[in-house]
Structures are given as structure tokens and as C-alpha cells.
């Protein structure tokens, strides 16, 4: 299983990266594309699910994951990038996530999300091609 970037989102990079990933899941599922490590040649290998996160732009997700427990953990995973958000002491420009709003702002993603599975806290990805399950009975 992969997780990357967004699909489509404000920043353009993000995109771009999530292409990259999907050419290279393509590529390295090619027989014919010989890669080798530490002189040991490499099988053919596809991942079975590629999961794009859902980042900016407002995406209809094609699966959400209840991250209630670990709700906490991705606010201290956050604050370790603190120079990218707001901070009053901070010269530098505003940008859309350097603004006062933008925690509340995750937190009301995080809660839409949630809702769509009846939970406090979910996160969103969406998918290029239909997901298998082996229960109907697992879903929520």
C-alpha cells in the first residue's frame, strides 16, 4: 500500500509528486524494466492500493480511516513543521496556512471526514481505481 500527495491541490508540487508516485508504482510492476540492489537483480513489483491524502482543495474521499485515537499524535507530527504555520512573532508572509484559522480549519476537515463514517475524527484519500474488501460486513 502507498500513501502520497493529493491528486490535485494548491500547491501544484503536490500534484506533480503524486504523478511521479503513480508513474513509478506503473514502472515498477514492468518485467521488463531491470532494476538491481546491492547486485541482486529486483522482481517486478506493483503495489495493490495507492491512496492519495486529500490536502487543500476540498475532494470527495473514496475512503476515510477513523484517526480519533491518533488525533493527538497528528497535532504534535504537525507542530514539527511549527515555521510553516502561523506564529505572531513570525516577519514572514502570510500564506493560506500561515493564518490564525488554519489549525481550527484542519480540525473541521478532520471532523467532516469523521462524520461521513460516525466517528470524531477521519481522514480522507481518494483512490484511481475501485477498492476490493473481502467482508461487506466491515464496512461502515
Same mark, same amino acid.
Request: proline letters at 8%.
Given at each position: 500500500?502507498?500513501?502520497?500527495?493529493?491528486?490535485?491541490?494548491?500547491?501544484?508540487?503536490?500534484?506533480?509528486?503524486?504523478? +511521479?508516485?503513480?508513474?513509478?508504482?506503473?514502472? *515498477?510492476?514492468?518485467?521488463?524494466?531491470?532494476? *538491481?540492489?546491492?547486485?541482486?537483480?529486483?522482481?517486478?513489483?506493483?503495489?495493490?492500493?495507492?491512496?492519495?491524502?486529500?490536502?487543500?482543495?476540498?475532494?470527495?474521499?473514496?475512503?476515510?480511516?477513523?484517526?480519533?485515537?491518533?488525533?493527538?499524535?497528528? +497535532?504534535?507530527?504537525?507542530?514539527?513543521?511549527? *515555521?510553516?504555520?502561523?506564529?505572531?512573532?513570525?516577519?514572514?508572509?502570510? *500564506?493560506?496556512?500561515?493564518?490564525?484559522?488554519?489549525?481550527?480549519?484542519?480540525?473541521?476537515?478532520?471532523?467532516?471526514?469523521?462524520?461521513?463514517?460516525?466517528?470524531?475524527?477521519?481522514?480522507?484519500?481518494?483512490?484511481?481505481?475501485?477498492?476490493?474488501?473481502?467482508?461487506?460486513?466491515?464496512?461502515?
Amino acid at each position: 500500500m502507498i500513501f502520497t500527495n493529493a491528486v490535485s491541490d494548491r500547491h501544484p508540487d503536490h500534484g506533480r509528486g503524486a504523478a +511521479l508516485v503513480a508513474e513509478a508504482c506503473f514502472l *515498477s510492476g514492468l518485467r521488463k524494466v531491470v532494476t *538491481s540492489h546491492d547486485g541482486t537483480e529486483q522482481d517486478a513489483w506493483r503495489p495493490t492500493t495507492v491512496l492519495h491524502a486529500i490536502q487543500d482543495h476540498h475532494l470527495r474521499p473514496d475512503l476515510v480511516f477513523d484517526i480519533t485515537p491518533h488525533w493527538p499524535k497528528k +497535532l504534535e507530527a504537525l507542530r514539527c513543521f511549527k *515555521s510553516q504555520f502561523h506564529d505572531p512573532a513570525n516577519n514572514e508572509p502570510v *500564506s493560506p496556512i500561515a493564518r490564525p484559522d488554519f489549525m481550527p480549519y484542519l480540525e473541521g476537515r478532520a471532523r467532516e471526514m469523521g462524520r461521513h463514517i460516525m466517528v470524531t475524527f477521519g481522514e480522507g484519500f481518494t483512490m484511481a481505481r475501485p477498492m476490493g474488501i473481502d467482508d461487506v460486513m466491515t464496512l461502515r
